[in-house]
């Protein structure tokens, strides 16, 4: 029969111990797990220094009702799991219980450790309990979300990743670098990760470096786990650990594994999708006994999104959610009165006319790397009709203003221009539409219906 090997994927929070964590303490050669279940009496979450960044970990109290250790039941002891929210950043931990009070939990702790540390390990046999994994939220039963958003502009993945390669196996770099592509390659998403380069870094922190990083942990049954931290209503960071306690490799055979495939695995949590209960998508992994594991074996590779993993990813960032809405003008009233002949403003009045909108879609509007939705204020009532307010600064006499800036989902921008008032003596209606790309995201504000011409 064949020996299969069915991993854990873990993906944790922010992890520190009661004093700073350096990255060779993280570094584990023996640490022995121990199943306990009880009731949390109290709990608090509090954020700690570490490194160049902060960690947030959740602190409790635990009445144990089970045991691998007998003398324990019925006591209260201390325990400590990573991750927990403080005010409006978060920071998600998978196959983490939330500890809040009154809740009932069961977990692996490192025996020795004080407070109790929850492992990211999945439980040892025959120990199986409920309750044990956290579930993301789930829309429509295709993909879970870790938080329920992901990153709400290219902005604010400055830098995207960068490597540290030490323990790393060869190829490594560009295997992984494979894995953050699959989730770049779809045309209906403007998601993008780069390789910003090498890192001394090696260890997580919440310190504005997305780090991919390979250590050893003896006591993790996990290949690799994702940390990723997030703000208000959208993700900011994350880090990678590579367990080096398993052999990798870019082509694998029957004893290694594949480093693209658990790369992609990882790059989907750092997308901002949880784990579903499907094998053939990158996010699957599959239940045993009351425990979560992967799907990958010893030298199978599998490297290619599957239908809900794309679904997520789409949902997520998708690129063709072009919205917005008029905010205002200026000048402000519909009736204005203009000299013929005239261009607007004028040395007693320099303020440009102006018009300002937002984004309330998912796609940014303006360029970045991956994509172009250029931004441009036109003609209305009917489109792109010529003006007869045309001026020599308009890109045409039915476009007075374009621009590329980067307008992110709850950014707004204000397009700015002149207007020549016509030689002919009248009354006039003047309006303009905003369109991102080839979306008429406003079709015909700002307006001043009644320009007078006069003089």
Known sequence: M?????????MVGLVSMLVPVTPSAAIVAERTPMNVGGLVVSSTSVKELKGEGTIIRTYAMLRVTSADREALVGTVIPVVAD????????????????LSKDAEVSLVVIDGSLPYEVSTGSPPEPFQAPGY??????IESEYNLIYGYGWACPRYLPGSYYHNLTGAPSGARAAVNAGYEAWENDASSWMEFNDAGTTSIRSQSNDGTNAVFWLTDNAGTYLARTWVYANGSRITGFDVQFNTRYSYSTNP?????DIQSVATHEAGHDVGLDHVSNCTQIMGTQWIGGV???CLDYGEKHRTLGSDDLAGLRFLTPYNDIRGTFQAQSPSNST????????????????????????T???PWGNWSAGSNEIRLNTALPANRTS??????????????RATTLVCTGEEITMDWYMKAPLAVGTYDEAFGFVVGSTTVVSSSPRWSEIIAQG
């Not at 994994?133 to 789930?138: D, F, K, N, P, Q």
């Not at 007869?388 to 203003?401: G, M």
């Open 83 to 98: 991750g927990g929210r403080i005010g409006d950043e978060r920071t998600w931990v998978e196959m983490m219980p939330a």
């Open 133 to 138: 994994l956290t579930v993301g939220e789930m």
């Open 2 to 10: 064949r020996r299969t090997f069915r991993w854990l994927l873990s």
């Open 336 to 359: 204005l009165i203009m000299i013929p002949g005239q261009r607007y403003p004028t040395d007693l009045n320099p303020a440009k006319f102006t018009a300002r909108f937002r984004n």
């Open 388 to 401: 007869p307010f045309c001026d020599s600064t308009w890109i045409s006499c039915a476009r007075p203003d």
């Open 253 to 257: 055979n029957t004893s290694q594994v």
């Open 292 to 294: 979560e594991y992967g």
């Open 361 to 363: 879609g998912k796609t």
